[in-house]
């Protein structure tokens, strides 16, 4: 069964330094998602992408973060200058459409020092 | 933000017998409810999910029902084996009207631990 990839699995990063995460999505999903779950909370989301820009974001989502399809099969998430409260699991997460559930990845596990 | 809640934080059942998570909401502009299930580790593997156009949704052991004048969407699973323990999270989404596919809002999550 076709599945969505995260890689790297783990991340340590220091304060201020940028960090790229990445996903590949199911091939013919047209809908990517990301979403990060800080330890003890619940799944948050962060944006929305579609037609090669975002559709939706949240108040989270600010100036530091950006992302990206920069080819067809990945989709990244950028942060640029990490704080100690981006430690976080990160899952990207993929769909067909309009009514079709979002299918996850296994997440990147981002820890800032 | 408690658009989505999962009261109980954990359920114990013992294999066989039917295990019920519960959820409720808050934003009646919900039109989609959906399943995960989520072992340490993975990423949340999708379950099942309904529109809020139907009342019940089937797929072999595990069924959700959604109750709309209560805000309430359960999901059964019978009969429960070891395998199902995981935590449950139930997830919501609103299409906007500008006919976006919506963000998933999820709930805290309930653990599901099923006794041999």
């Known amino acids: 069964e076709p599945e969505v990839t995260q890689t790297p699995s783990h991340q340590v990063t220091q304060m201020g330094q940028e960090v790229i995460l990445r996903c590949v999505p199911i091939s013919n999903h047209l809908y990517f998602y990301w979403y990060r779950q800080i330890l003890g909370q619940k799944v948050e989301f962060l944006v929305s992408?579609?037609?090669?820009?975002?559709?939706?974001k949240s108040e989270i989502f600010d100036d530091q973060f950006s992302v990206e399809r920069p080819d067809g099969s990945n989709f990244t998430l950028k942060i640029r200058s990490t704080k100690l409260e981006d430690s976080a699991m990160y899952f990207c997460?993929?769909?067909?459409?309009?009514?079709?559930?979002?299918?996850f990845g296994d997440g990147t596990r981002l820890s800032i020092l | 933000d408690q658009q989505v809640k999962q009261n109980s934080p954990s359920l114990s059942v013992q294999e066989g017998r039917i295990s019920i998570l519960n959820c409720d909401y808050t934003n009646s502009m919900f039109d989609y409810f959906l399943w995960y299930k989520k072992y340490p580790a993975e990423g949340p593997t999708f379950l099942i999910s309904?529109?809020?156009?139907?009342d019940k949704n089937e797929d072999g052991r595990f069924t959700v029902f959604l109750n709309k004048s209560a805000k309430h969407l359960s999901l059964h699973i019978v009969p429960s084996q070891p395998g199902d323990s995981a935590v449950y999270f139930c997830a919501a989404s609103a299409r906007d009207y500008g006919g976006s596919q919506g963000n998933l809002i999820f709930g805290k999550g309930t653990k599901l631990s099923v006794k041999p």
């Open positions: 997460a993929s769909n067909e459409g309009e009514y079709q559930p979002q299918h």
């Open positions: 309904i529109s809020s156009i139907k």
């Open positions: 992408f579609y037609n090669n820009e975002i559709s939706e």
